[in-house]
């Protein structure tokens, strides 16, 4: 079954603490991103990569960091230094050439 | 600076009625415009998208008006259904930067019975 996986769905995080958030694509797609959804809000653009070993920071993206060792994997690390990390973080995928993106089901990060 | 401004913020509709959703764009390379729907907790999903070359596309209750001179392109629900109630954003993108989307604000519909 084809598609972008998530994981954790849940995840908490304690102060002061990295967390790294899982996304896996099946889709053979050269490009993948990771977005930031506060409630009520739009999407915001963190991390963004077109090819293997090759990112580039969207709005923003303090706080963060990415990396892209594999087609199919885009890790993104929440650290310490993002003071406001709570929020619903998508990860999605297109193709070049194509204008499609494709998005996963997202992961609820939650600072306790 | 928001590539793409995206209103209403919220939008309530009758069952039955014509939801309109509006997008405005100011980089003419932009030469893809589609439309996600998200429901509460899920990520979005493409709904129709549209490129420049036409001025309207339509797919079932779903239509897009595009207007190229004008920089605007809207989203319109036929015969809302309760089951349409979710946010909705409209996007932007270009090869010329490497496909990277341009999302609107978002707009949450609810469709009342």
């Known amino acids: 079954d084809g598609g972008i996986t998530q994981s954790p769905k849940y995840l908490f995080r304690k102060e002061g603490q990295n967390v790294t958030l899982s996304c896996e694509q099946n889709?053979?797609?050269?490009?993948m991103y990771w977005y930031r959804q506060d409630p009520g809000q739009g999407l915001r653009l963190i991390y963004y990569s077109q090819i293997v070993n090759d990112f580039q920071k969207g709005d923003i993206a303090e706080g963060y960091s990415v990396s892209r060792e594999k087609k199919e994997s885009f890790p993104l690390t929440v650290t310490s230094a993002q003071k406001n990390p709570t929020a619903f973080y998508l990860c999605?995928?297109?193709?070049?050439?194509?204008?499609?993106?494709?998005f996963g089901e997202g992961s609820w990060l939650t600072v306790v | 600076q928001q590539q793409v401004k995206q209103s209403p913020q919220s939008l309530i509709v009758q069952k039955g009625g014509i939801s309109i959703i509006n997008c405005a764009y100011e980089n003419t390379a932009f030469d893809y415009f589609p439309w996600y729907q998200q429901f509460p907790g899920k990520g979005p999903a493409l709904l129709i998208a549209i490129r420049p070359d036409v001025s309207e596309k339509k797919e079932g209750r779903f239509t897009i008006s595009f207007n190229k001179s004008a920089k605007q392109f809207s989203l319109h629900i036929m015969d809302s259904q309760p089951g349409d109630s979710a946010t909705y954003f409209c996007a932007a993108s270009t090869r010329r930067t490497g496909n990277q989307f341009y999302f609107g604000t978002g707009t949450s519909l609810t469709v009342i019975p």
């Open positions: 999605a995928s297109s193709n070049t050439g194509r204008n499609n993106i494709y």
């Open positions: 889709l053979n797609h050269d490009a």
